[in-house]
């Protein structure tokens, strides 16, 4: 697993490609998808990775940043975003592999209908049908009274996105 860091600001963020811009895009126009190809790059020649099995998942605008990936690339075998919806609502994915969403009930920064930040988001619903459109699989999570965080109510969110993506759990530890 590669835990890649966005570009500092006010927080660390990913150019999650967002229109109508945000806050977000207005400060962030670095080539973050470059950067991650970069590293997969680095990996696969120094490690041999199996390119098969590259997941993206992330939290809020890393979450946003994991539907530009699929949006823009064709080599991801899932995406997982906590509490970060679609950023270009003109986008559907060049692939489409299975995609899980987890958006707390009480997420009042990125809410599910899209209200979040002055009304300007955009709701869950254009990037799922933008996905079941280009066909792919989708699973929604509304963890009831859940927030803008990684941790929801009554789920392991970790737990969650690695079953999803098919990585087994066994004697409390994660591996291939």
């Not at 003109?90 to 995609?99: E, I």
């Not at 969110?157 to 079953?163: I, W």
């Amino acid at each position: 697993m590669v835990y890649p860091l966005g570009t500092p600001m006010i927080a660390p963020t990913w150019n999650a490609g967002t229109e109508p811009p945000s806050v977000w895009a207005e400060q962030n126009d670095s080539d973050d998808l470059g950067f991650v190809e970069a590293i997969l790059d680095y990996l696969d020649e120094k490690y041999d990775i199996d390119r098969t099995r590259v997941f993206a998942t992330g939290i809020s605008n890393g979450g946003r940043f994991a539907w530009r990936i699929a949006c823009e690339t064709d080599w991801l075998a899932g995406i997982a975003t906590i509490a970060g919806t679609e950023s270009d609502a003109n986008c559907g994915p060049v692939s489409h592999p299975p995609l899980l969403i987890i958006s707390g009930t009480d997420d009042q920064i990125e809410p599910f209908d899209g209200r979040g930040f002055g009304g300007s988001g955009i709701p869950f619903s254009i990037g799922i049908d933008l996905w079941r459109d280009a066909g792919g699989s989708v699973t929604v999570l509304r963890p009831e009274g859940g927030h803008h965080t990684w941790n929801q109510p009554d789920i392991d969110t970790t737990a969650t996105v690695l079953e999803f993506f098919g990585i087994p759990r066994q004697g409390g530890w994660f591996r291939k």
